[in-house]
């Protein structure tokens, strides 16, 4: 079946430095969404893409989705303390159901 | 304000004993789904529903029966509780015409003794 990777598990960056994290799934993808979510809190979504090659920017945060729909990264730029929580991608695989598959989550900690 | 909800927030409960919890959106949402989440494992998906009395199975539905009578709500079921459904769960809504935004409801967190 479909599975979803995400790299790296744990980041720790000092305030201000910029952070990144990888998506990859084994099949090809009809869309990716972004999560985040905080210690104690629900996933919130943040974003989706659809389109081969697609990059998307909210503020300090850029998406892009891979020309293959396999892949994809959430980078951002100059971290802060509210930056803090656990970052998660989930794919929709082209060739299944309408079943999202989740990766395993980046946790990401700011120190100031 | 657009809304999931959740019931029981918290459950502790004994291996066997049937339960229910309950989903509920307020946003005329097509697509419902189900989730656990364990640690160093994310979230799965249990059970998905396109749409009233249509489901279908997600990556981890043994052990779970969802319904969908209406189609604001989603209960989840667990016939006979079993220590390794122990999790954090989470019900989701959102439109079945381009996906988008996925709500989640607040989350259930269940212990099975």
């Known amino acids: 079946g479909q599975q979803v990777m995400q790299i790296p598990q744990y980041q720790h960056v000092q305030e201000g430095e910029d952070f990144t994290t990888y998506c990859n799934s084994s099949?090809?993808?009809?869309?990716i969404q972004w999560y985040k979510q905080r210690p104690g809190g629900h996933p919130v979504f943040l974003i989706q893409?659809?389109?081969?090659?697609e990059v998307k920017k909210q503020k300090r945060l850029t998406f892009q989705f891979g020309e293959a729909k396999k892949n994809s990264s959430l980078h951002i730029t100059a971290t802060q303390t509210t930056d803090v929580g656990t970052y998660f991608c989930?794919?929709?695989?082209?060739?299944?159901?309408?079943?999202?598959?989740f990766g395993p989550g980046t946790r990401l900690s700011v120190l100031p | 304000e657009a809304q999931v909800t959740q019931n029981p927030r918290y459950l502790i409960t004994v291996t066997g004993k049937k339960l229910t919890v309950t989903c509920s959106q307020n946003?005329?949402?097509?697509?419902m789904s189900w989730y656990r989440q364990d640690p160093g494992l994310g979230l799965r998906q249990i059970y998905y529903?396109?749409?009233?009395?249509?489901?279908d199975k997600g990556d981890v539905p043994e052990g779970y029966k969802v319904s969908r009578k209406e189609k604001r709500n989603f209960p989840l079921i667990l016939e006979s509780p079993s220590p390794n459904q122990t999790s954090l769960y989470f019900c989701?809504?959102?439109?079945?015409?381009?996906?988008?935004?996925?709500?989640f409801g607040p989350g259930t967190r269940l212990l099975v003794l």
């Open positions: 989930a794919g929709l695989g082209a060739n299944y159901g309408q079943n999202f598959v």
């Open positions: 099949t090809t993808l009809s869309n």
């Open positions: 893409l659809v389109k081969s090659g």
């Open positions: 946003m005329n949402h097509e697509y």
């Open positions: 529903s396109m749409n009233v009395e249509v489901t």
């Open positions: 989701a809504s959102m439109s079945g015409q381009d996906f988008g935004t996925q709500y």
